[in-house]
């Protein structure tokens, strides 16, 4: 399955920007649907935004749409979520995700189903 490993996390205020990685330890890292998750304390793990294997499609969710931006550098095996304008509510523990299960897929899956390799996390949290 790999590891994929989360780094960039913080605490900042709110309409200040913060960019996360992911990095996959998986050498086929180039074929696969890549992806952001989140959990807010009490809540359930919601989607953010995902990205195919050559970055022609990205997907995001509304309440981040105009705001987050997903990219990834297949060279580095690295996905990218680029948050700016943060709000307090955007305050989550973050997840990266691999969709190994459907290489070279054209379009992103939004389904956390679809998602079998999962990160262990990186906190944000953004203050009012």
């Known amino acids: 399955q790999g590891q994929l490993v989360e780094s960039g996390g913080g605490l900042v205020q709110a309409g200040d920007s913060l960019r996360l990685s992911c990095a996959d330890s998986?050498?086929?890292?180039?074929?696969?649907?890549m992806a952001w998750f989140r959990q807010a304390p009490g809540k359930e793990r919601e989607f953010v935004a995902a990205?195919?294997?050559?970055?022609?499609?990205?997907s995001l969710a509304a309440s981040v749409k105009g705001r987050f931006i997903i990219s990834r550098d297949n060279a580095q095996n690295t996905v990218y979520l680029q948050m700016n304008s943060l709000k307090p509510e955007d305050t989550a523990v973050y997840y990266c995700?691999?969709?190994?299960?459907?290489?070279?897929?054209?379009?992103?899956?939004?389904?956390?189903?679809?998602?079998?390799?999962w990160g262990q996390g990186t906190q944000v949290t953004v203050s009012a």
């Open positions: 990205i195919t294997w050559n970055s022609v499609r990205t």
């Open positions: 995700a691999a969709d190994r299960g459907s290489p070279y897929s054209p379009v992103p899956s939004a389904r956390q189903t679809d998602f079998g390799s």
């Open positions: 998986v050498r086929t890292f180039s074929r696969y649907t």
